[in-house]
């Protein structure tokens, strides 16, 4: 079975523009999560989606939004790039939520370079 | 709030050698689950291991095993017979069971570095 699949694998903007970046889960799992890794740090979250609601964010401004699809799929956007969006990122997916094992599964990540 | 710390930047082992990598942990929840991941260089994040909180036992995954010391809110990940493959980030990982369980929360991580 396939696994977390990203796309693009890497994307180069330039600040004040808009990046819309796609995340497909393994089949099966109904969750999907967004992590951001600046170089050099552990992922932080961004968002949480279970069938098509979002069930948690976490502290990044308005600029960042995302949606799921009916087939779980789900796209983060981030408006108005700044420098410091720079960063790879993580799409994850789990067949549970809101349980301590919560296995997910992350995919290769995309990699933002804002210049 | 919970917390991960991890305070090896960096780590160097000898191929076949076992070495321990050192999270601890803060939260006030009693029930949460504590998570490894690899991360090559080539950014994906790989699952190694899971504990939760009320297991009885360490856990163990082949070559990994977590020793899980629950008073002192450690969670040290033991690597047994180092292969080059294994030269990567690691991250300690948790996520508790209360309001927050929708997120996993991430420490700095160590990168481990397997000389031949």
């Known amino acids: 079975d396939a696994g977390v699949t990203q796309s693009p694998t890497h994307l180069i903007k330039t600040r004040g523009q808009q990046v819309t970046l796609r995340c497909s889960p393994i089949?099966?799992?109904?969750?999907v999560s967004w992590y951001q890794q600046v170089l050099g740090q552990g992922p932080q979250f961004i968002f949480q989606y279970y069938e098509k609601e979002e069930r948690g964010r976490g502290n990044f401004p308005d600029r960042f939004s995302a949606r799921q699809f009916p087939n779980y799929s789900s796209e983060l956007n981030v408006n108005a790039l700044l420098l410091g969006d720079s960063a790879l990122y993580l799409c994850?997916?789990?067949?549970?939520?809101?349980?301590?094992?919560?296995?997910?599964?992350f995919g290769p990540g995309t990699r933002l370079t804002v210049l | 709030a919970q917390k991960i710390t991890q305070t090896q930047p960096g780590m160097f082992v000898q191929e076949k050698e076992a070495v321990t990598l050192d999270c601890t942990y803060d939260t006030s929840d009693p029930s949460y689950g504590l998570f490894w991941y690899k991360q090559p260089s080539s950014g994906e994040m790989i699952f190694l291991i899971y504990q939760g909180s009320y297991d009885q036992q360490n856990a163990t995954e082949g070559r990994y095993s977590l020793n899980f010391q629950k008073a002192r809110k450690s969670a040290n990940l033991v690597i047994s017979a180092s292969q080059l493959g294994d030269s990567a980030m690691y991250f300690c990982a948790m996520r508790n069971s209360g309001g927050s369980n929708y997120k996993l929360t991430f420490g700095k991580g160590t990168l481990l570095t397997v000389n031949p």
């Open positions: 994850a997916s789990s067949l549970y939520v809101g349980q301590t094992f919560d296995g997910q599964f």
């Open positions: 089949s099966g799992h109904k969750s």
